[in-house]
């Protein structure tokens, strides 16, 4: 849905996805929720120098072209708006990624790197960093990815003085293209899917009940910083989690070669030595459900 008022008119452009549509055919439509963002918006261009006034500082934001509506929701509000009550915040809250651990690093600070099966991991042998074994079938302890939340303020606020109850997160949605990968514990307890929508991305709601998933961050002190954690401030909660690979990607070549990358890359191995595989680049978005805030993590499947 778009809101158009750059020409004085208010226009409401609203179109209806694949399951919208599918759901007016059932006659079960019926909208219960709706969220705002602000996608288009570059806050950058608010100049609090303007030479006419403040009554130009916004100007610039204002007069910002808005998208119409469309329909791939894949693409749609990476940037909800929220509202919290309390007009005394200097710092909202945010995820990051943790990289700050040997088996939570990205593989050469690029990407996570999924493995589709379990011969391609017996090529590579042991998981280098960044590197997750994907197929199920190895028994050993593998990388995960982190993922922090908190308030980031660079040490304005000693992480000692604790995050406050309403803006710690304690449900995340992790979205993954279910044709390529599940998402798992690191202990490798299969998430519950939530929903898969018209596009074939499945929603994995976690909540702090779901301790394999999400639990609190207990290192609150100052000096972690930096060497253990990643945000610089009081801190919230952690979401951490494992991938693996689909049936399709573990069983055969199809979908490399139909949405794969064309050629082939490199794995490094933990020996020095090289493995040749075919990949699949892809988008894992991770967002928090309280606070609206979403990451995007670029992972990897590969095959030889």
Known sequence: MGFLDNSGDIILDAVLTDTGRHRMAQGNFKIVKFAFGDDEIDYTTYNKNHPSG?????????QAPILEAFTNNTSLLKSKLITIPRTNLLYLPRLKVNNLHTNTKQYNSLNYVVTADKSTEDSIAQAPQGVIFGSGDRGEAENKIRVDQGLDTAGEIAPESGIPPDLKETQYIIEIDNRLGRIVSTNGV?????FIDDDNIASYFLGSSDVDFVTDILDNRSEATNQTEIINGPR?????????????????????????????????????????????????????????????????????
């Open 236 to 304: 919230g909660t952690k979401l951490e989690f494992k991938i693996r690979s689909s049936i399709d990607l573990k069983a055969g070549t199809f979908l490399f070669t139909q949405i794969g990358a064309s050629g082939t890359t490199t794995i490094t191995t933990v020996a020095g030595g090289t493995v040749t595989v075919s990949y699949i680049d892809t988008i894992v978005k991770v967002s928090g459900v309280t606070t609206g805030y979403r990451i995007d993590l670029p992972v990897r499947f590969v095959r030889e």
């Open 54 to 62: 403040s009554a130009f500082f916004d100007l610039e934001t204002l």
């Open 190 to 194: 299969a998430a519950n899917v939530s």
